[in-house]
């Protein structure tokens, strides 16, 4: 299959390029020419499967071949090792729990599919160089991506991230890890981290000693796995006998991937009848769905720090399978919250439900109520576990939380980082003296 930029569909790549670059040469997004549509029998008998049989299934039609069975086989089985619970609250409506992998945060399945196709790649040219991953994080997305390419041969993995907006836990996941993970921290803000990433991919002299890749929701290998989910939502309704006629998912949204994951399986054939997009004050997707404007902004810093986006990554692709503003209206509701309402929704669900939202879930548990008709099902996807933030956590409803251990076993690692300004040349010095 072949996959075209959003910027020239004249531009094309076969899914090794598409994986291995990330980004088309003109800078736009790599998008499938065609999704399949699953046949109509698949769909009706997918409640007989496992997640990982389901899983694999719809990832080798997706994928149409360009990865061989057995590899890819092993890829899914490897990414999906870990339950994606669907639970009932007392509204009647469900919580999808993406963050039962080992970082806690539901990018974990994207990143590590990510990584095993990656290093399948690796292994049929043995005369690549180092494949060096640059990734900016707000949080969750470095400690995910870290953990995910930690060991692997031939791969450099260096996180940036903002001094002093990274809370201990989260740095911990990746500042503690060593071997093949740098961690680099930026005097500066999230939006200084992404520039940086963005400017060394197009930094001709970098480029040209170097092989850099990102593994942020930008590369398609992110969003393929993403896509499976929401299909995972849709069987176990279907084994708990629950009418799934008029499926409404709610997707916290920062920079769209998850919500583009959604689309593209709705595309082939899942039976959405709409998506809630919602987001917190770095609203710019949900500006654009209300006035028809796409209107990047500074990044501004939330107590949902995965959600702050200032320009929104994935918005292209969004378009380019949606076509038009109208369209993108007719299956997207658009949501947006500040911190108060954040912290009120916490409160209110954890007082009233006995169930603790972390506060990018919270957006989206909160959109839902409002949104959701009678005769609709409606998904909450839960995108981090609230230890996560547990300082904040414990702060908003007054209780202590309990830190999983997982999460505890990073805390017992040394601390070592990079730090450096936020000037481009600093990191690109950094980057040639490691090449």
Same mark, same amino acid.
């Given at each position: 299959m072949l996959y075209h930029s959003t910027s020239n569909h004249q531009n094309t790549a076969r899914l090794e390029q598409v994986v291995i670059k990330g980004l088309a040469p003109d800078g736009g997004l790599y998008v499938p020419d065609s999704l399949p549509h699953l046949p109509k029998a698949f769909l009706r008998n997918m409640s007989a499967m496992t997640l990982q049989e389901m899983a694999y299934a719809i990832a080798a039609y997706t994928l149409n071949s360009d990865v061989p069975a057995d590899v890819l086989h092993d890829i899914v089985f490897d990414t999906f090792n870990f339950p994606i619970p669907l639970i009932s609250t007392?509204?009647?409506?469900?919580?999808?729990?993406?963050?039962? #992998?080992? @970082?806690?945060? !539901?990018? +974990?399945?994207? =990143?590590?599919?990510? %990584?095993?196709?990656?290093?399948?790649?690796? @292994?049929?040219?043995?005369?690549?160089p180092t494949l060096n991953v640059l990734v900016p994080t707000s949080g969750d997305t470095g400690s995910a991506v870290a953990n995910?390419? $930690?060991?692997?041969?031939?791969?450099?993995?260096?996180?940036?991230?903002?001094?002093? =907006?990274? &809370?201990?836990?989260?740095?911990?996941? !990746? %500042? *503690?890890?060593?071997?093949?993970? *740098? %961690?680099?921290?930026? &005097? #500066? *803000?999230? +939006?200084?981290?992404?520039? $940086? /990433?963005?400017?060394?991919?197009?930094?001709?002299? $970098?480029?040209?000693?170097?092989?850099l890749t990102s593994a942020t929701s930008i590369n398609y290998a992110r969003l393929v796995p993403q896509m499976l989910y929401y299909f995972w939502a849709y069987i176990q309704l279907e084994k708990m006998h629950v009418d799934a006629r008029n499926l409404v998912f709610a997707v916290p949204c920062s920079n769209l991937g998850n919500l583009t994951s959604g689309l593209m399986a709705q595309r082939m054939g899942l039976p959405v009848k709409r998506?809630?997009?919602?987001? &917190?004050?770095?609203?710019? !997707?949900?500006?654009? /769905?209300? @006035?028809g404007l796409f209107t990047p902004k500074p990044t501004q810093?939330?107590?949902?720090? %995965?959600?702050?986006?200032?320009?929104? @990554?994935?918005? +292209?692709?969004?378009?380019?399978l949606l076509g038009s503003h109208d369209n993108v209206c007719r299956h997207i509701h658009a949501y947006s919250y500040n911190d108060d309402q954040i912290i009120e929704t916490i409160q209110h669900t954890y007082h009233d439900e006995r169930y603790l939202l972390d506060p990018h879930t919270a957006v989206a548990y909160r959109a839902l109520g409002e949104d959701l008709q009678p005769g609709e099902t409606g998904i909450v996807l839960a995108t981090a576990h609230p230890a996560k933030l547990k300082n904040l956590m414990e702060d908003i409803i007054g209780e202590s939380i309990a830190l999983p251990d997982q999460l505890a076993l990073f805390l017992d690692g040394k601390i070592n980082v990079t730090k450096m300004s936020n000037g481009f040349t600093a990191f690109k010095r950094l980057l040639l003296d490691n090449a």
């Open positions: 007392s509204r009647g409506n469900y919580v999808l729990e993406l963050f039962h #992998g080992p @970082t806690m945060a !539901f990018k +974990d399945v994207g =990143t590590r599919f990510m %990584a095993r196709l990656l290093d399948y790649y690796r @292994t049929r040219h043995p005369e690549w995910s390419f $930690l060991g692997l041969p031939g791969v450099h993995v260096y996180v940036l991230y903002p001094r002093d =907006t990274i &809370n201990r836990i989260q740095r911990a996941q !990746f %500042a *503690t890890l060593g071997h093949n993970v *740098t %961690a680099v921290e930026v &005097n #500066g *803000t999230f +939006d200084d981290c992404k520039n $940086l /990433v963005e400017r060394a991919f197009k930094d001709d002299e $970098l480029n040209s000693v170097m092989r998506f809630i997009s919602v987001e &917190n004050q770095n609203n710019i !997707f949900y500006n654009y /769905v209300k @006035t810093y939330s107590i949902a720090p %995965a959600l702050d986006a200032g320009c929104p @990554t994935n918005f +292209d692709r969004i378009i380019e």
